[in-house]
């Protein structure tokens, strides 16, 4: 299996782990994305990195009923989302998964930059709600220069469309420090 499929079983455990960390009563709190509190990122984060990755290897489109789905307010939902990202990184184990394009509604696009750009919104939202509960979010070395990668040759079109903010003057830091700073993300943000 390609290099991607290894970062995007990473990325999947480290969200499940951050995930089962999540206390109830932070559902509430402010998180580096001002537009939402833990819950609604929350809510992103599982239905796009999750439910959209599995069926993103699949060709099938998210239902309606999975976009307004209050995730974080089920009993059991990070145990919930470990197990849906479990189905859809098993999912991309199938070759045929990287094949050809994907259609995403608006576009389409070859599938293995699709996977680079779910495995992003894992890591990057990871760390949001990593940072807005106490907790860090970790990625190896090899992770986080295909991050830096990956949100450096998208940034300008996430930000045409209120994606991303600014970016963030860092100076140094490790790859995965530039890549959320390059997305508008302060590295060093704390509730």
Not at 31 to 59: F, I, K, M
Not at 101 to 123: M, R, Y
Not at 149 to 160: C, G, I, S, T
């Amino acid at each position: 299996m390609n290099e991607l499929h290894t970062y995007m079983q990473e990325c999947a455990a480290e969200a499940a782990r951050i995930a089962r960390g999540v206390k109830a009563d932070q559902l509430g709190d402010v998180t580096p994305c001002a537009e939402y509190d833990v819950r609604a990122l929350v809510n992103h984060w599982v239905l796009y990195t999750s439910h959209g990755l599995e069926r993103r290897a699949q060709r099938r489109p998210i239902p309606e009923e999975l976009t307004e789905r209050d995730f974080a307010g089920e009993e059991g939902w990070a145990e919930a989302y470990a197990a849906q990202l479990d189905r859809a990184v098993a999912a991309w184990s199938d070759p045929a998964a990287w094949e050809g394009e994907i259609d995403l509604g608006f576009a389409t696009s070859p599938a293995s930059e699709v996977a680079q750009l779910i495995i992003k919104e894992t890591a990057v939202h990871g760390w949001d709600v990593a940072r807005a509960t106490g907790q860090e979010f970790h990625v190896s070395d090899a992770v986080g220069e295909m991050l830096l990668k990956v949100v450096d040759e998208h940034a300008e079109l996430y930000r045409q469309y209120d994606g991303f903010a600014d970016p963030v003057p860092l100076g140094s830091g490790t790859a995965f420090e530039r890549a959320l700073a390059l997305s508008g993300r302060d590295p060093r943000w704390t509730p």
